[in-house]
Each structure stands twice: as structure tokens, then as C-alpha cells.
């Protein structure tokens, strides 16, 4: 599959506990989004990277963190997880910044805290 | 800040009926707009965008700057549109991450 990728698809945990998702963005693409999907909120951007550099930050809490790698994959770290942080987290990919492209959707990871 | 506004939550068609999912959208500038599709265990696609002004599986979206509205139609819906529809807006500068509506499920029943 040369499309996005994420893993894992469910991750069950507990309320406290720190967790980190990965994201690998299509082959060639540069920018990496992160988006949360709640039922009360609805899909919210996270956060983006660019070639390794933090680009843009949305409603983004503290307790969360993501970096992108020289090899283009970026983590979203979790931690002191709260129930409210149950979600569905989305790792999209584009081409490059200026020019923005379409952005791309990996399959999502459930993270259910319990 | 931008804001996208997608009033119904849930709209059921009949199948051959037309269909319209309404967007309404609030940004300062020049946004681009899009419709993003979500099927049945299926990862978010994208359905059309505005610049394009090109339609994809029957349904056409045209930017009402006026309304500011960008609202997704088919004449003749079909089953298999049955889908979590996003509307979703990108702002003009070197951010160019979406904001998305909290989007509507499509029903179309036979």
C-alpha cells in the first residue's frame, strides 16, 4: 500500500497513561497533518510538519507532542491521557507546503481510554 | 478564524431524488474549499474541490462567495452515495491545513 499508513488501528489504554501513534505519509509527500475526530467535536486539525519542521499548530493540548523524522514519518504523542481523549486520530499527507496539494488520509487509529 | 457550518447532521434521500448538502463557511480572505467523502469503513477521500469545478460520481459543488456557502449536489442520488460527507476549507498563506464541518450522513434508501 504507497498510500498513508498508520498504526496501530485500536489502542486501548488507561486514564494517566502516555501513548504514541505513528503516521507514514505517501512516498514523495512532505507534509504531515495530524487531526482529531470526536463525536462532540467533530474532525479538528492537530497539528502539521514539514520536512521535519513543525509548520502549523491547531487545538493542539499540551499534553500532546509530534515530531516528524528525517526519514518523514511522525509520531503523536499522548500523554497523561484523559477519558475525554478518546478518539478517532488521522494522519494526513500532501505533496509540499506552498502549493498546499491534496491532502491524503491514512485509515485513522481508535484510541479508547478507559 | 475560519468556521464551516454543515446545518444538517443527517439527510435521507430516496434513491433517483435529487440530493443537497449544504456548507456554509466564514473566512476573511480567499479560501479554497472542498468536499471530502467518507464510506462505510473507508478512510476520508476527496470528493471535489472548487478550483477544479469538475464533477466526481454525479455530484457538483459550485463557491457561492456572496452566500459564502459551497453546497454539494447530485440530481439523481444513488445508493452507494450513502456516506459521512465533509465540507472542508483551506485558508490562502503557508498554513494550509483543513478546518472541516462536522459533517453530514447521507441515507439514500432504495
Known amino acids: 500500500d504507497s498510500g498513508v499508513t498508520q498504526t496501530p488501528k485500536h489502542l486501548i489504554t488507561a486514564t494517566g497513561q502516555r501513548v504514541t501513534l505513528r503516521c507514514s505519509p505517501r512516498s514523495g509527500d512532505l507534509s504531515v497533518y495530524w487531526y482529531q475526530q470526536s463525536l462532540d467535536q467533530g474532525l479538528q486539525f492537530l497539528i502539521q510538519?514539514?520536512?521535519?519542521?513543525?509548520?502549523a499548530k491547531g487545538n493542539i493540548l499540551e499534553r500532546f507532542s509530534a515530531q516528524q523524522f528525517p526519514d518523514l514519518h511522525s509520531e503523536l504523542n499522548l500523554s497523561s491521557l484523559e477519558l475525554g481523549d478518546s478518539a478517532l486520530y488521522f494522519c494526513?499527507?500532501?505533496?509540499?507546503?506552498?502549493?498546499?496539494?491534496?491532502?491524503?488520509f491514512g485509515p485513522g487509529t481508535r484510541l479508547t481510554v478507559l | 478564524a475560519q468556521r464551516v457550518t454543515q446545518p444538517e447532521k443527517l439527510l435521507s434521500v430516496f434513491k433517483g431524488a435529487p440530493v443537497e448538502l449544504k456548507c456554509n463557511y466564514s473566512y476573511s480572505g480567499s479560501p479554497e474549499l472542498f468536499w471530502y467523502v467518507q464510506y462505510s469503513r473507508q478512510r476520508l477521500q476527496l470528493l471535489l474541490r472548487h478550483i477544479s469545478r469538475e464533477s466526481i460520481k454525479g455530484f457538483t459543488a459550485d463557491l457561492n462567495k456572496g452566500e459564502t456557502s459551497f453546497h454539494l449536489k447530485k440530481p439523481f442520488a444513488q445508493e452507494e452515495d450513502s456516506a459521512m460527507y465533509y465540507c472542508?476549507?483551506?485558508?490562502?498563506?503557508?498554513?494550509?491545513?483543513?478546518?472541516f464541518g462536522s459533517g453530514t450522513q447521507l441515507t439514500v434508501l432504495p
Open positions: 494526513a499527507s500532501s505533496v509540499d507546503l506552498a502549493g498546499g496539494g491534496e491532502q491524503f
Open positions: 510538519y514539514y520536512n521535519g519542521e513543525e509548520r
Open positions: 472542508a476549507l483551506r485558508p490562502s498563506g503557508s498554513a494550509r491545513q483543513l478546518t
